[in-house]
């Protein structure tokens, strides 16, 4: 349909954004090479030391462990609360929902520092001392939407009449949900959770004033960045994270994004579109 | 619909009797099932979240004992008096909202011929490479990423050597407002990318050829068919790139400089340093009450279907 | 598709408005104020204010490691040199937490430490803040046997003794230096005036802290006698407002105000900055990297810090925190310290191992001639409202923070 001019400087554009997006990603992974502790150009010499140094850090691995500890509970909270919330609103039309959506999207839209400071707040004025528990209220808080909007959007996309056949077969209400609404919904699940445990996982603001003593990956970081003596072991670590994380976000891809999804709109019939 | 629904061949109905009961009575009282699901994330939202932004709206107007910085609960409104009267507080109001619209602007203009390229002119396999592509950012530190810039915009740095390789002179953008810009640009890329994609793909092709066939040509098409379907997918978009950017401390405080002042700052820097919680509170209001105003606003555009 | 109307929203609304509305009223009402008022206690200090955890009882004996220590910091002051051989020896694991700032050492310690955090390595200027607030806890200074070796002025000082209790014990004590690229300078500048100077436009920097006040005041004692200055950290409305234009002036001449001890030494070592303000700490690691760094301190004198490590009031882990006192106090580890971040110990027996370590260090940070050479540093200290002399027209901190932050900044 477009012009062959226009395909071509799409394609270009395309290029340009893919630059834009992972020169300072592979300026990470480079500078982790770096022998010299401060960070400066050219690189003086290259070397695995900090590599090394990263993997015999305990204080990496304890700010490791603690940050998919976090991430873990919060996906899991934000899960079962944040599909809760979708099929209520998606099934049950009443006076509220409404608002009940617009209040879901507030921790994602007031900027993280107030949804920090207020936790913070109310955690010194309730006596809740700060910690894990603490670390994790603040990620479930953000992460219920993201779950949220994933679901909802998928249960939209469906067919109500599914459900209904299922009724008609003689299915209890939790079967059905058991049954057809689940596993419809199951990519949008996966995906929402997948994104809400990489939100969780990078997370600083907010954890930076609900965190006690201890420290999650991103806070360990924040701690080096300030020492600047061993920026190149940053580099190190957030390059193996990188690395592990291509495969859960190749998955998340496939399940949610272009493929799940180019698949239901072709379903969609011409009269729902952009409903 | 009635209770002899359950009783399904196979006599199930006898053995799980008193779990068709309780589905039973969930069926015909739909307010019910409706509550079990509600109850747990609405609880968690009013007693912990709203009762934490209520706390927070209470502090700001309180004060504090210029020595221990303890709180003390004295009521009065002197907090927001300091900062609507003083013209510096003003003025960093001012530029965090205008540096917040500029970054929103500029990632929509750059998110949305990527987008349409990925909905509607890639492969499936380039689609899903595309999409791998943009999620994997969100993946690498977001701290370690503004670290990159930083080295990329110091003084001989990675920008100016390639300045000076193409024969231009240099440009130092370290501690500018324009390296917070860029910086802020670079990180909400992906967040405004993947609404405007998800909106443009749902758009169904038959549209568009029916544009075509009623004679718009492309741009015309673009601009009358493409655009408004599309646009509660950059609202949506925008709702981040807007909040990300007024509430951000860190990167003005690693790669901003002596003018890099934004509400962030001031937030940051009056609870872990001066230890000013209720002046702090006060200044939260502010974004608060611009976010609110944004919500509603994009409410009415239809965003909310299309986060 | 199923819609059903559903008769829940009143009744629930109705229990999210009660909830609500008895927290507000909870806010109101309750008492989790941590704005201690003292039950009789007897300690008086500045304005007759007075420590409110002044009679708590001290430990009397050190019991079995509780296996963890957090601390809050300074940057450069938990390496791993002495971290690691403390962790052995004792069990205790460290978490750090590093803090750029008197202020933000006083916010972390809060409510006690918040039972978080177990010591902090405050300056003098947070000393006093913390321990009027409540938040820190008396030390039994006969469990630190090194404590003995201490020089007489560290012993018992103001900033962390009140009227003979201990709240934590001296640790070590620096200048704020003149920084300076050897490259760009051929001999060392001999006075402040030099981040002042015009001709150095965009290649200055200094601490991103309300203190700095205190520098420029402290310039202006010689460099504008007419001014009265005697104590930098004891202004009147005039000094004050002299050194604050004085900052403000010099803010064209900056291109960034450090916050993080890595980014002063990120500039320098970019030629980002060639001249500044700054901590040993930052030389000390410049050198480390072999950059051409110098640093000095000019004729006018420096204002500088003494630091403490004070216990908090709300300890979660004190066996292992008076561990770490015990085992920071000693020569040898106080010559580590000092030898690696650039500042002189405490400990008048750490000079020999510091010359062992690294020939004539004990000279260079003047670890053997400390009174004279104290005398020329002016500590940081909190400014109040009441000066020494008694008068109450002195500018108090809270003013220093508003004009640093709405008149230099």
Redesign the interface.
Known sequence: MEPKALRVGLRIWVVLVLAFLFIPIILIVLYSFNRSNIESWPIPSFSWHWYNVAFHDPQVRSAFLLSIRVALYATVLAVLLGSAVAFALYKYKFFGSEAISFLLVLPLALPGIITGIALNSFFSFTGIQLGTITIVIGHTTFCIVVVFNNVIARLRRTSGSLAEASSDLGARGWQTLRFVTLPLSATALVSGALLAFALSFDEVIVTVFTAGAQNTLPLWIFGAIRLGQQLPEVNAVVSIVILLTIIPVVLAARLAGAGAVTRSARGVPVGEAGS | MTATAVSAPGGQARRDGMWTRVSAVLWRRPWARATILLTPPLAWFVLIYLASLVVLLITAFWQINPFTTNIERIWSFGNFTTIFTSSAYRGIILRTVGMAAAVTVVDATVAFPFAYFMARIASPRTRTGLFVAILLPLWASYLAKIYSWLVMFTHDGILDWSLGKIGLSQIHLIYTNWAVFAVFCYLWLPFMIIPVYAALERIPPSQIEASQDLGGRTWRTMREILLPLALPGIVAGSIFTFSLTLGDYITPLLVGGTSAQFMGNVIYSNIGIANNVPFAAAMACIPVIIMAAYLLGARSLGAFEAI | ?????????RP??IT?AL??TS??AA?CSSS?????SSPGTSSAGPSG?TVPTANLPVLQKIGKGEGQL?LIAW??YLQPQWVKPFEQQTGC?V????A??S??M??LM??GG????DMVSSSGDADL?IL???DAHPVNINLIPSWKQFFPAFQSPPFNTINGVHYGISLQWGPNVLMYNTKDFATAPTSWSVIYNPKYKGQVTVPDNPIQIADAALYLKTSTPSLGITDPYELTQPQFQAAVNLLAQQ?PL????W?????E??DF????AIVGAGWPYQVS??KA?K?SIGSVVPAEGATGWADTWMLAAKAPHPNCAYMWMAYISTPKVQAEQAINYGETPDNSQACAYMNQMQAGSCAEYHANAPLSYLASISLWK?P?ATCDNGKTDCV???EW?SAW???V?
């Open positions: 598709m199923m819609i059903t109307r559903a008769r829940i929203t629930m609304k999210m909830a609500a927290l507000v806010a989790t104020s941590s704005n201690s204010l957090n940057e450069g694991q978490n750090g937490k590093y750029g700032s202020d933000e006083v916010a809060k409510d918040g039972g978080q955090y803040r009027y607030a409540g803010r900056i291109e960034k105000y916050d993080l001890a890595s980014q030494i990120f070592k970019n030629g980002n690691t410049l990297d950059f909190t109040l108090p901190y809270s923070v932050n709405t008149e900044k």
